[in-house]
Each structure stands twice: as structure tokens, then as C-alpha cells.
């Protein structure tokens, strides 16, 4: 390997390949400018080669051993630049950068690079290749280089001696289930002796990301050996794409052939059930069936609450077992403001509370959101009074800000069969089919009663915070509105005065969710206004 003023080189002799990049011209006015402040030197310059051979070539030295660390030698005629490597020790800003992408090839690839020093003189080949461009390195690179072949150098690395640690920032790595994805994957390739690197040619790669997708649809990753749905293979497939396109630079993916195969697995896979949505009169049930002289049973309602008005995810609040995702609720996420929206530490002066989400099922990147919502006008059914409480509650065991907002007692977080469980039991009381209910239930039954109370369907998608319009799948219309349907395709005044003249809309400019979301549930069509307390 070898840099120069126009450009740099590195040498794969194993391989016949090579990496070769021509200096733009922001940094050769920065080289020229450069000569007293030294940030970009030669020095830095040759370390960005070892840097580069590891993140190109990484993936394929991984390959030949997966189970074993491979020590790679990189020679340089720059000593600066093999003790920077060696050490991965130096105090020029920028080779720091460099140092940080060698240490995550390192233990992203499993392998070891060992810089070594070769005289000036004996690199021959790789100077004339850094300097290719001007004669006579040209004539010199041209005829040693007739049999090789080029390694084009992804964007991402391109300038990673200044990007590297915004570029692989921890946030635009993959989420868990696309890391479970790359682990299923190099052991499926381990098991068939395949590698794990597929070529960027549709016609080279396609069978065997098919045949990875049929193994999943039939025996899935799992203990009981359960297919997975096809949607689930789609997803693991697009894992191994982006992975391919993170670290090579290209994306891979199915042909058109394989991709007719897909849908036919998806026309034998079983039919997807939606949860029938909570009513105000399911929480009436559940209400009367909690003794709220326990702890445990008021704190099981207020995240009941909190995730009915909320329109939460299970993961964003509940835990399975010990397991609680990152981005779980806390109390840190939690603020209280009075109607002049300042902060608000009295309970009866409170207005609003704001929840602030860190990340998400669909916020792999963890870009974050803020969600606020008023008081509904009830003492029992109420997402301020829930937040309150749970709030309350966690200070009292002395817990850190920073801990699950729904504990039940230090460690203790209430679980998603928790609310499962109370939700079935409901629905059993009620004389409907309990299969039919989860904690998915409480999502969905808010969005209906944010939709039933005449709330405009883009403020229904933007307060649950859905990405797309899959929101629409889960809303469910109840007998008013259906009862008034025919009269309304007749008359359309009939409709506009039924529906206060704003019928309800699909499409239309996002309306103020806040408090008359809160209230969407109470005051709905659903249920009469019920009047109880909840917290005592």
C-alpha cells in the first residue's frame, strides 16, 4: 500500500485486486493548504490504506475461517502509519478516526492486522499505482495491473478519516431482530457451506437467499421448529440486503422468479387474525374486576389506561419476563405541564402530559417523539390521572427516573400476560370469544374510538405514531355508525348533521388530538359516560 499528493493504493496479491482512490479536490487544495497544520498528512494518508483493506476485504477474510481470527499483514513504507495501526495510538485527530474504524473491522470481521515496515524502494508497484494518473507512473501501473482487478470503495468509506464515526454511528446499526436475522443466516451458510457474502450479480445470489427463505417459511428459527409467515421471510431477506449494502456497498435481493415463489408461500400461509379492539365497556369490566387496595392491581390499570389512550405498542411499555426493550417507558419520559404549558407539579392544576418515545418498533434509527394528551373528564378513565399515579408510585419505591415507568416493585415490571390476561378475562364476562382479545387490543380500540368520535384519520395515524396506512386495518366501526350509513348515502344533509357536519374522513388535514383524544373514548358512541374512581 502506498499514498501519495494525487491520490492512494492498496495491494491484494491473494486476490489479483485492488483499491485505488484519486484525491478530489477539496482535498488536494486541503494537502496543499495543509503542509504546516499536518492534520492531513502522508502520514495520515497511509493509514487510511490499512483502514480501507480491512473494511473491503473484511468480509471475504472472514469467510475462510468463520470460526477462527484472521491475521492479516499489512505493509507500508510509512513507519508513522504502522505504529498508528499496531498501537491504535495517535494524536492527529484524524488518524484517530481511521484508529476507530480498524478497531471495528477488527472485531466486526474476527480478524487481526499486523502493519509491518517495507523500504520505499521495494514498493514499487503500489507507489506507481498512487500516482497513476501522471507520467511515468501510468506506463509503470498499466502494465502491472493488466491482469487485476479494481475494488470499487463504497461512499460510506470514502472519507471515513473524517466520517466514519457519524457514518457507523451506533443508531444506524441494525435493530435486534435484523442482528438475530445475520446470526440465523452465516449459521444456515455455516451448515450448507455456503458463504455469507453473496456476489452483487441477481443471477449469482438470488437461489441461494431463496433457499434461506424457504428454510425459514418451513422450519422457522425457533424451538418448536414453526414456519415462519412469509411477510417475517420478506423481512429477513431485506436484513441480509442491507447488510450486504452496509459493509460491500451493494444491496442483493431476489429475482423475479423467486419473488413469484414468495407470493405463492404467501397464499398457503395461515390467515392473520386482527384483535378485536377494547371498548369503554370492556374497561368497565376490568375496572370492577380489580381490587384496587393492591398495588400490584392499580398499577396493572394504569398502564391499561396508559396504553389504551396512548395508543402504545406492548414493547414501548410492558416487559416479557426480565426482558424490557430499550426504549421502554420511564418515568425520565414523562413530563406534566398546566393549561400555559409550563411544567406542572400539582396534581390538580395539571392540563396535559406529555410522553416523550426514544424509539420504537418502527424507529429503528431512535429519532424519537414527543405525544401529549389532556384530561378525558373522568376520575377513572383518565390517561392523566393513570400517568400521575404510575408517576407517584415509582418515586415512592426510590426508583432511578431512568427505570420502566410501569413497575410494580423494584424489578418487577408489569407484564404483557399481565394485561392479556385482564383484557381475556373481560372479554369472557362479556360473552365474547377471549382469542379474539390481546394487549393489542387496547391500540386498537383507541384508534377506533379516535376514529368513531369523528377524529380526522391522519391525526388518528400521526397521534399512534403508524408509518404508513396499515393504522386503517386496525379501526373497526360500530353499530351507529353503521345504523346511519344507508340514510346517509340518501341524504348527504342527513349525514352532516348526524356527524355534527365533520362525517368522519380518511383523508384531510391533521386536527389537535390532545384533549379531544383524550376524551375520544369516554364521550364515544361506544358507551354512556361512566363516573367512578380509579386511584384512591
Request: charged fraction near 20%.
Amino acid at each position: 500500500m502506498d499514498a501519495s499528493d494525487m491520490g492512494l493504493a492498496v495491494l491484494n496479491p491473494s486476490a489479483n485486486e485492488f483499491i485505488q482512490i484519486a484525491f478530489d479536490s477539496d482535498e488536494t487544495k486541503w494537502i496543499v493548504a495543509d503542509s504546516k497544520s499536518n492534520k492531513f498528512s502522508i502520514n495520515v494518508r497511509e493509514h487510511v490504506c490499512i483502514a480501507l483493506a480491512l473494511w473491503i476485504w473484511g468480509p471475504t477474510w472472514t469467510s475462510l475461517d468463520p470460526d477462527r481470527t484472521v491475521v492479516v499483514k499489512c505493509w507500508s513504507d510509512n513507519r508513522a502509519a504502522v505504529a498508528w495501526s499496531n498501537s491504535l495510538a495517535s494524536t492527529n485527530e484524524l488518524s484517530q478516526e481511521v484508529n476507530r474504524a480498524i478497531g471495528l473491522a477488527e472485531a466486526l470481521f474476527n480478524v487481526r492486522v499486523i502493519a509491518s515496515h517495507l523500504p520505499g524502494s521495494t514498493n514499487i508497484a503500489a507507489d506507481a499505482a498512487s500516482r497513476a494518473w501522471v507520467s511515468p507512473f501510468s506506463e509503470i501501473w498499466t502494465n502491472f495491473s493488466s491482469s487485476w482487478q479494481q475494488v470499487p470503495v463504497p461512499k460510506a468509506l470514502r472519507k471515513l478519516y473524517r466520517t466514519f464515526s457519524k457514518t457507523f454511528n451506533p443508531n444506524h446499526w441494525p435493530s435486534r431482530p435484523a442482528l438475530s436475522t445475520l446470526h440465523q443466516w452465516q449459521e444456515w451458510c455455516n451448515m450448507l457451506g455456503f458463504s455469507i457474502w453473496l456476489p452483487p450479480q441477481t443471477e449469482l445470489h438470488s437461489y441461494q437467499l431463496a433457499l434461506f427463505g424457504v428454510h425459514c417459511w418451513k422450519f422457522g428459527w425457533n424451538s418448536e421448529n414453526k414456519g415462519n409467515a412469509t411477510s417475517t421471510v420478506v423481512s429477513k431477506v431485506s436484513h441480509i440486503a442491507w447488510h450486504h449494502r452496509r459493509v460491500l456497498g451493494y444491496s442483493v435481493g431476489l429475482s423475479d422468479g423467486h419473488k413469484l415463489a414468495l407470493n405463492g408461500m404467501r397464499r398457503q400461509d395461515a390467515k392473520s387474525t386482527r384483535k378485536a379492539p377494547v371498548t369503554v365497556a370492556l374497561l368497565r369490566i376490568m375496572h370492577k374486576s380489580l381490587d384496587f387496595s393492591q398495588p400490584r392491581h392499580r398499577i396493572i390499570w394504569g398502564a391499561a389506561v396508559l396504553g389504551g389512550f396512548l395508543l402504545l405498542r406492548r414493547s414501548e411499555y410492558l416487559a416479557v419476563g426480565k426482558r424490557a426493550y430499550e426504549f421502554i417507558l420511564t418515568r425520565a419520559d414523562i413530563s406534566f405541564t398546566d393549561k400555559n404549558g409550563k411544567a406542572c407539579s400539582t396534581f390538580d392544576k395539571i392540563a396535559e402530559v406529555a410522553i416523550r418515545f426514544r424509539g420504537g418498533k418502527n424507529d429503528q434509527y431512535k429519532q424519537g417523539t414527543i405525544r401529549s394528551i389532556g384530561r378525558s373528564g373522568s376520575n377513572w378513565l383518565c390517561p392523566v390521572h393513570a400517568t400521575w399515579f404510575l408517576a407517584q408510585h415509582h418515586r415512592e419505591l426510590q426508583l432511578l427516573a431512568t427505570e420502566p415507568l410501569c413497575t410494580i416493585t423494584s424489578g418487577s415490571i408489569v407484564q404483557v400476560r399481565d394485561i392479556s390476561q385482564l383484557i381475556k378475562a373481560a372479554a369472557v364476562a362479556a360473552g365474547e370469544p377471549p382469542q379474539h382479545f390481546g394487549t393489542h387490543s387496547l391500540r386498537s380500540g383507541g384508534a377506533s374510538a379516535l376514529f368513531a368520535a369523528g377524529v380526522d384519520s391522519i391525526a388518528v395515524k400521526q397521534f399512534g405514531r403508524w408509518r404508513s396506512d396499515a393504522f386503517e386495518r386496525y379501526i373497526r366501526l360500530n353499530n351507529h355508525q353503521t345504523s346511519t350509513m344507508a340514510r346517509a348515502i340518501l341524504n348527504p344533509m342527513f349525514a352532516a348533521a348526524n356527524y355534527n357536519g365533520q362525517p368522519p374522513q380518511t383523508r384531510g388535514a391533521a386536527a389537535n388530538t390532545s384533549r379531544r383524544g383524550a376524551a375520544a373514548m369516554q364521550h364515544s358512541p361506544i358507551s354512556p359516560r361512566l363516573k367512578w374512581c380509579v386511584f384512591r
